[in-house]
């Protein structure tokens, strides 16, 4: 061999990324016997002859000693040491490393390219970055920035040296928006700058309504249109709209227009908009303004005398209503309440009452109610009255009584006469709406007749009541009077 062989180029250790080809130098100047190629301890080929290794190639110029090793597309198996020797001159060179770096596959983000999620509930996103080597770290990005507590894993596959990274990201119902977008980024040496995939956050709501009421206020018996507004993801799939709760089935849309009345104002119309998530229901009652309405009928009332008479009369209307409550025939205000209280009743609180509710501008409306009290007859008449000496005279007296009155009697001397006919007297009683009309009727007058005191005494169960009643000759300055009797003057002077 004469001047022993030394290398003059030596492979080094090496990294190189998947895919990417790599020359391992190997120079000897002078040898020109075998040189072999070792890989973790076995030989490639003889020579130049690498047939069993189609990507590898033994270059350079061999009469000057060259013998680099070409690898074309290097894969995971080239992660190895490699060796030159010289056969011959027993020589081998350093060994080298090769490092073969695999980038992670495009990364995955589990349930993309959309998430969806319902609103109020956190968001937990999962990221694979497969078969990489080394294992590929991941970061979360949201507008440019970070997202920091993501729980990350790894999972070292078969071949033992590519490996599976997971990173799981949570973030809270507050800290998420819908149409926001998270982007994965996986890297590792051999893809320095990462891989990326992101998602768009839908989030997912029931319909959020909005029910708008134009005009208001408004008098009843105009029109009124609702107007129910809605945002929902997904989208509204149906309108429903009722009224006091009964669904108005001929409405479908977002819209509802109808002339109202009073019953709006107490009866709300609601709108419920619904999705695939559920159901929304929200509702409003009109501003209509209309006249009085009666919600509690007073009732008539028929009380003891000295006790308590009340009245109750409840009515509705818009804007707010005044209540009044008189006597029929009299200016005054006995209440502005619903209630009427008559303390201790007497006889003379017996009539109408008129219970009257005024909406101002509006309208305005009435009741009436009758008081009857219950008590002792009483009895009214003129306490003189005339006759002619030989004619039919008659005297009479008005009982007005409630209870009606049980007995009534007329009584003279040592006579009493309730009814019928008595030697020259008769007893005839009527009754009327207003009370009880007693007469006693006296046939062909005497003297007598005009010097005898008359009583008249009516009785129910609340006691009795008597009228002292004269008769006097008609004529002279008694006659100023008239003989004509007048019911409408002497017994009913109070009406």
């Known amino acids: 061999m ?16 998947a895919g ?47 013998h680099h090793l070409r690898i074309q597309r290097v894969e995971l198996m080239d992660d190895a040491v490699f060796e030159c020797q010289a056969i011959q001159a027993a020589m081998r060179s350093r060994p080298a490393r090769l490092t073969v770096l695999v980038p992670p596959e495009d990364p995955v983000i589990s349930g993309g390219p959309v998430v969806s999620l319902r609103a109020g ?40 040296r590519r490996e599976s990274t997971v990173s799981t990201l949570y973030l809270s119902a507050s800290n998420i928006e819908t149409g926001q977008q998270i982007i994965c980024r996986a890297s590792n040496k051999a893809v320095p700058n990462g891989k990326e995939t992101s998602v768009n956050i839908d989030i ?15 008098l009843e018996g105009n029109l009124v249109k609702f107007h129910c507004s809605a945002k929902a993801n997904p989208p509204v799939t149906l309108y429903r709209w009722a009224k006091g709760g009964n669904v108005i089935k001929e409405v479908s849309g977002d819209t509802y227009e109808v002339i109202v009345d009073h019953s709006f104002f107490t009866e709300p119309v609601s709108c419920e908009v619904t999705n695939p998530l559920g159901s929304t229901n929200i509702s409003r009652n009109v501003d209509v303004y209309f006249g009085p309405r ?20 409840a009515w509705t209307g818009n804007p707010s209503l005044t209540i009044v409550w008189m006597k029929r025939g009299s200016g005054v205000v006995l209440s502005n309440e619903n209630i009427l209280t008559l303390k201790a009743v007497r006889q003379e609180d017996a009539g109408k009452y008129v219970c009257r509710a005024v909406v101002p501008r509006v309208g305005a409306g009435e009741k009436e109610v009758s008081l009857t009290v219950n008590g002792p007859p009483t009895i009214s008449s003129t306490q003189t009255h005339q006759a002619l000496h030989g004619e039919k005279g008659e005297i009479k007296c008005f009982i007005r009584s409630t209870p009606p009155p049980d007995r ?15 030697g020259r007297y008769t007893v005839e009683t009527v009754s009327t709406e207003e009370g009880v009309i007693s007469t006693l009727t006296m046939s062909n007058i005497v003297p007598a007749d005009f010097q005898t005191i008359y009583n008249c005494t009516a009785w129910n169960s609340f006691g009795s009541d008597t009228e002292i009643i004269r008769l006097k000759e008609q004529g002279g300055s008694q006659g100023s009077t008239g003989s004509t009797f007048s019911t409408s003057t002497l017994w009913w002077p109070w009406f």
């Open 2 to 17: 004469g001047v022993q062989a030394m290398f003059s180029q030596q492979p080094q250790d090496l990294v190189v990324v």
């Open 20 to 66: 990417q080809p790599v020359t391992l130098p190997c120079s000897i100047p002078g040898y020109h016997g075998v040189v072999l190629w070792i890989k973790d301890g076995l030989a490639l080929g003889v020579g130049r002859d690498l047939s069993g290794y189609p990507r590898y190639t033994v270059i350079g110029d061999h009469s000057t000693g060259e």
């Open 121 to 160: 509930d956190p968001l937990n996103l999962t990221c694979h970055a497969d078969n990489a080597k080394p294992a590929a770290s991941i970061i979360w990005i949201r507008n440019g920035e970070v997202l920091n507590g993501a729980m990350y894993s790894k999972t070292l596959l078969r071949d033992g």
């Open 204 to 218: 997912q709501h029931l319909p959020l309504v909005n029910l708008s009421v134009e005009p208001q206020p408004i």
């Open 294 to 313: 009666m919600s509690a009928e007073p009732q008539s009332l028929q009380v003891d005398l000295g006790s308590d008479a009340v009245f109750n009369c």
């Open 408 to 422: 009534i009697a007329w009584s003279w001397k040592e006579t009493v006469l309730e009814s019928g006919t008595s």
